[in-house]
């Protein structure tokens, strides 16, 4: 069973779209997050979520918006994409914030054309 | 040997050699490390963690060494084996009102049979 799960794998669409990024933990998990990994391999945080609630929400332009209808889902919507979107988004979770280990999702890789 | 670039660091070995990658970290209010092994195309896996108020901790053929006199954190691979090629992050839980795990810049190791 996967425990982190993250949909779609890939996305290709063209600048001034809006699109979603799902993603689940089915670990039991009371923090979910997003990272975004660019072109170096550099992961930074974008968002991260506790219990539903956002508690971190680093210096991410407002066409970035978290969703989370339950502890168990994050799902991140981008609207008016542009080019330097592409990159690769990964999902984890953790027991607790940051005093745990956190497992990942298998990334996206949403590519801006 | 070790290089760096443009590109992420890398780190080359021959299979059977130890392996040894740094990490400097930057807040000394951190207090939780962990190692992560990212193979491409899939999310960072965790491979061991170490808490401050240790400076060495052992796994399986993986040793972390923290000094916190000078910021420094290492994982030390045993006996390296073709499928250890990997990008390799640090990750410190830094305190900063909230508690976050924060990625330093990867190094990539690259095993030769």
């Known amino acids: 069973d996967t425990a982190v799960s993250q949909t779609p794998k890939y996305l290709v669409t063209q600048m001034g779209n809006d699109k979603s990024i799902k993603c689940e933990q089915n670990l039991g998990h009371d923090t979910m997050y997003w990272y975004k990994q660019d072109s170096k391999k550099f992961l930074k945080i974008m968002f991260s979520?506790?219990?539903?609630?956002?508690?971190i929400n680093e210096t991410v332009p407002n066409r970035f918006s978290p969703k989370s209808p339950d502890k168990a889902h994050l799902n991140l919507h981008i609207n008016s994409l542009e080019l330097g979107d592409s990159a690769v988004y990964f999902c984890a979770s953790s027991q607790g914030q940051g005093q745990g280990e956190a497992f990942f999702g298998q990334g996206t890789r949403l590519t801006v054309v | 040997g070790e290089s760096v670039g443009l590109h992420l660091p890398t780190l080359s070995v021959q299979e059977g050699d130890n392996s040894i990658i740094n990490c400097a970290y930057s807040?000394?209010?951190?207090?939780?490390f962990i190692w992560y092994k990212q193979e491409s195309g899939k999310g960072p896996q965790f491979i061991i963690d170490?808490?401050?108020?240790?400076d060495k901790r052992q796994g399986q053929r993986v040793t972390v060494l923290l000094n916190k006199t000078v910021k420094h954190l290492s994982l030390q691979i045993a006996a390296t084996q073709p499928g250890d090629s990997a990008v390799y992050f640090c990750?410190?839980?830094?305190?900063?009102?909230?508690?976050?795990?924060?990625f330093g810049k990867g190094t990539m190791l690259l095993v030769s049979p």
């Open positions: 807040n000394s209010a951190s207090d939780y």
């Open positions: 170490i808490r401050s108020n240790m």
């Open positions: 979520y506790n219990n539903k609630e956002l508690i």
């Open positions: 990750a410190e839980n830094r305190q900063q009102g909230y508690s976050t795990l924060t």
